[in-house]
């Protein structure tokens, strides 16, 4: 199973809006509503920021959103904050019941 | 609150094995499926595998079969990653994580390192 496809890098300033793309086949991504997203900070644990696409866990801002559109998922953070700087990964579950991450993005606010 | 408590990581030589525990509260374990997952240092999150409620389903990663085995303890609320004939690609941060309704990971615990070096 081969990694999802993100972009290495992506940056904003405070208050911009930025989208990561997260791009899968039609063995995940675009046979499954099971698109997650999370937000890691050096050193720490993965966080959930979004699941199923477009849901927002309890207490995770709304300025994270996401969707889908074919085998291409994206997270959206809009009013972007200091603290928004992060590695930002997609998972999708798969055809052959297992689950793939894509590759990662940092996410730098200048 | 949810806790999940890695332990058992360290430093091996290729060929060698480990096994790590995960143990988790704040949840009824028994009723949630429950993943491991790998970070290789200075690199992205990978599934290794997963394990349905009862234990008797699982699935691995094609980069571990037959080398690694899931396994959990209902009564002890615990879940294992036993790792066999390990090599040095297997040097990463193992995560437990809890699967919610068979599509995510809400939950993570904070990772325990192993180092496959001679």
């Known amino acids: 199973q081969s990694a999802l496809t993100q972009p290495a890098s992506v940056s904003g300033s405070p208050g911009q809006s930025i989208t990561i793309s997260c791009t899968g086949t039609s063995s995940d991504v675009g046979s499954y509503n099971y698109v997650s997203w999370y937000q890691q900070h050096p050193g720490k644990a993965p966080k959930l920021m979004i699941y199923?696409?477009?849901n927002r866990p309890s207490g995770v801002s709304n300025r994270f959103s996401g969707s889908k559109s074919g085998n291409t998922a994206s997270l959206t953070i809009s009013g972007l904050q200091a603290e928004d700087e992060a590695y930002y990964y997609c998972?999708?579950?798969?055809?052959?019941?297992?689950?793939?991450f894509g590759g990662g993005t940092k996410l730098t606010v200048l | 609150e949810v806790q999940l408590v890695e332990s058992g990581g360290g430093l091996v030589q290729p060929g060698g094995s480990l096994r790590l525990s995960c143990a988790a509260s704040g949840f009824t374990f028994s009723s949630y499926w429950m993943h491991w997952v790998r970070q290789a240092p200075g690199k992205g999150l990978v599934w290794v595998s997963r394990?349905?409620?009862?234990?008797?389903?699982?699935t691995y990663a094609d980069s571990v079969k037959g080398r690694f085995t899931i396994s959990r303890d209902n009564a002890k609320n615990t879940l294992y990653l036993q790792m066999d004939s390990l090599r040095a690609e297997d040097t990463a941060v193992y995560y437990c994580?809890?699967?919610?309704?068979?599509?995510?990971?809400?939950?993570w615990g904070q990772g325990t390192l192993v180092t496959v070096s001679s």
């Open positions: 199923e696409v477009s």
């Open positions: 998972s999708s579950y798969t055809s052959s019941s297992s689950v793939v």
């Open positions: 994580a809890r699967y919610r309704s068979g599509t995510y990971h809400d939950y």
């Open positions: 394990i349905n409620t009862d234990g008797s389903s699982t």
